[in-house]
């Protein structure tokens, strides 16, 4: 059986070119099972696509036996100022008793349970993305200190950036606000994870980016207190 100790179920909105990050988070015994609505571009009209399809793939990993459910895509919270996706995950949760959330839900809740109040936000998004993202954090309680982006076209753009870019794009945030408290990265399509560890430990403050903040929702959701070392200070918070 795979995930005998339990699954996690994933919505992307993006075809996922590379699975592996969410297994160097979640510990032995713990399965992954994705659902990819086929955006192919970062524009309102791929979106209004994605919407439209993304309850019945998370009906779909509900059926296939997830555990927890999450709702891929920032940009689709942040476009609809957070009424559309994440309306659909409450409704879904009750409906199902599954419990469901946004993958931006996860990164806030995550940023929040590390005391992270004033943040520097590092993207890979173009403008009228980052405004929407800034917008959405704002709302959420948080203040947006600092903004680097690498103002990326569209999702194929994104998979393609070198690992070094967000570590370098952080450091340069925190060169231009030094009284930051804490980091997010969002986007699974660019390489990430990696830099976590690094920037922790240089910076002294805690990183949150989108598949860490999403597999630790997921594996608290699932009653699972460890993950696999190296990913930063939210998984003490199992």
Not at 28 to 57: S, W, Y
């Amino acid at each position: 059986m795979r995930g005998p100790r339990g699954q996690i179920g994933a919505v992307t909105p993006t075809y996922l070119d590379e699975a592996g990050d969410w297994f160097k988070v979640v510990p032995e015994g713990v399965n992954v099972i994705f659902a990819t609505l086929g955006v192919e571009d970062h524009t309102p009209q791929e979106f209004h696509k994605a919407q439209e399809v993304v309850e019945r793939a998370a009906r779909g990993l509900v059926k296939a036996g997830a555990g927890a459910v999450i709702l891929g895509g920032s940009p689709l919270v942040a476009s609809d100022k957070g009424v559309g996706t994440s309306g659909l995950a409450r409704d879904l949760e009750t409906e199902t008793g599954v419990p469901v959330t946004t993958g931006q839900e996860a990164a806030e809740l995550a940023l929040r349970v590390l005391g992270v109040k004033k943040l520097l936000l590092v993207t890979p998004y173009r403008e009228s993305l980052n405004d929407g993202m800034k917008r959405r954090l704002e709302k959420s309680g948080f203040e947006v200190l600092c903004l680097k982006t690498t103002l990326s076209p569209g999702p194929r753009e994104m998979a393609q950036l070198p690992p070094e870019l967000p570590l370098s794009l952080a450091k340069e945030a925190f060169r231009a606000r030094p009284d930051a408290d804490g980091i997010y990265i969002p986007n699974p399509k660019w390489q990430t994870l990696q830099a976590i560890a690094p920037l922790e430990a240089d910076l002294k403050i805690p990183v949150v980016t989108t598949v860490q903040a999403s597999a630790w929702w997921g594996l608290k959701m699932l009653k699972i207190k460890e993950a696999r070392p190296g990913n930063g200070k939210l998984m003490e918070h199992l």
